[in-house]
């Protein structure tokens, strides 16, 4: 059974803007943001001016999804396993994490953007931590766009700490194991309460989830674009709702 449908839309292909009929707009999209690295690669420019780039198309991925009428966007900001890579790299993605929370809440919280954090955020720095608790707050009473960031995310990971709960759980009385179902499972899972993603995209040509939203994403369509991140806007995210709003969901369920 598969996961879902893809299919790739090259960025010649993407046609000029024009909403979905409303009834086909997902409700949630997810977006792994991918390329940042390789747009600057091709223009000669270090690695931190693609990820500054790249911070302009989440401003115009968020205008877009406020558009269209979307109601919750996941944007995949920074991995587990981005940890990994050069400190220089990872003090650039910090320092702008850190700007662009200073610099951008008042906006977002104009805009109507309510933001959400998930992820293992105690690995950043204290002061970006108060900073995410702080644009959380700032921005709770917000219902126009829900907007939720993962930073430090892994599904993996995500998973586990829920078992590890369940387990927990089952240890301490708390919970009979013959009684856990999926939708109590998924409730000990950073996204609990968020609907499921109807709809995820990733840019720069590659076709994973990389570690993304491995559960939530058992049913959600899938569109890969050939468009580096940095260059992604309104045509490409109008191209990925129309590429969505032409699919058959079934859910598992046999064709009528």
Known sequence: MSIGNTVSL???????????APEAVPVHVAVIMDGNGRWAAARGLPRVAGHRAGAQAVRRTIESAIRHGVQ?????????????????????????????????????????VRLRFIGELERFPTDIQTELARAEVATAGNTRLNLVIALSYGARGEIVAAARRVAEAVRDGRLDLAALT?????????????????????????????NFLLWQAAYAEFVFLDTLWPDFGEAEFAAALAAFARRERRFGARPG
């Not at 998924?186 to 709809?199: K, M, S, V, W």
Request: with cysteine; hydrophobic share 40%; proline share 6%.
């Open 182 to 210: 999926e939708e109590g499972f998924g409730a000990l899972l950073e996204t609990a309460g968020f609907p499921d993603p109807d709809l995820i995209v990733r840019t720069s040509g590659e076709q994973r989830l990389s």
């Open 72 to 112: 919750w966007l996941t944007l995949y900001a920074f991995s587990s396993e981005n940890w990994r890579r050069p400190a220089a790299e990872v003090l650039d993605l910090t320092g702008l994490l850190r700007h662009y929370l200073r610099s951008e809440i008042a906006e977002l919280t104009a805009e109507g």
């Open 10 to 20: 090259p960025r010649e292909a993407a046609p000029e803007c024009s909403a979905a």
